[in-house]
């Protein structure tokens, strides 16, 4: 499969709101609520922020939500502070025991 | 505590062989269907294999079909990726990923290894 299509970068200054999108097809986003995300600092393995479009793990801000329309997933990072620079990567589930990511977005807090 | 521990990484010329270990702790590796994403560097995460909780089903990314083999030892808490006629293309670090717990299906991967390096170079 081909990957999913993400921004190559965000910002937004401290307190702000950002939206990452994240587009896919109708064999992936587009056919399952199983679009997850994933944060990333240099040098660490990803963390789970997002399961199921819109769940959040225990223990994950509610500044982080996600949201779908179609084949294309958002993730929404409110009250932005500066730990939230990081890189950001969508997942989909792609059936047949497959999955898919995005190609990442950098998000930098000004 | 939950952790996954890759280990087995290094450098081995083009069409060599290595194998990754992960090991895991803090929970029951048989409950749970795990997987291997990697990421090249400066690149993003690619997913490349899934191995179910008996391992009876497997699957793999074209990028590794045929030349990689998923494995686990329940007993030992241990997972495993067979890395075989690798190229310089999969240089990355490799990070095991748990899944789904044995009744669930988020199909997200909630706990990560700190990943291995694997170079390929002449």
């Known amino acids: 499969q081909s990957a999913l299509t993400q921004p190559v970068s965000v910002s937004g200054s401290p307190g702000q709101s950002i939206t990452i999108s994240c587009t896919g097809t109708?064999?992936?986003?587009?056919?399952?609520?199983?679009v997850s995300w994933y944060q990333q600092h240099p040098g660490k393995a990803p963390k789970l922020i997002i399961y199921?479009?819109?769940t959040r793990p225990s223990g994950v801000s509610d500044r982080f939500s996600g949201s779908k329309s179609g084949s294309t997933a958002s993730l929404t990072v409110s009250g932005l502070q500066a730990d939230d620079s990081a890189d950001y990567y969508c997942c989909s589930y792609a059936g047949g025991r497959t999955w898919v990511f995005g190609g990442g977005t950098k998000l930098t807090v000004l | 505590e939950v952790q996954l521990v890759d280990s087995g990484g290094g450098w081995v010329q083009p069409g060599g062989s290595l194998r990754l270990s992960c090991a895991v702790s803090g929970f029951s590796l048989s409950n749970y269907y795990m997987n291997w994403v990697r990421q090249a560097p400066g690149k993003g995460l690619e997913w490349i294999s899934y191995?179910?909780?008996?391992?009876?089903?497997?699957n793999y990314a074209d990028s590794v079909q045929g030349r990689f083999t998923i494995s686990r030892d329940n007993a030992k808490n241990s997972l495993y990726l067979q890395m075989n006629s690798l190229r310089a293309e999969d240089t990355a670090v490799y990070y095991c990923a748990r899944g789904d717990f044995l009744t669930s299906s988020h199909k997200s991967f909630d706990n990560w290894g700190q990943g291995a390096l694997v170079t390929v170079s002449s």
């Open positions: 191995i179910s909780t008996s391992g009876s089903s497997i």
């Open positions: 199921e479009v819109n």
């Open positions: 109708s064999s992936d986003v587009g056919n399952y609520n199983l």
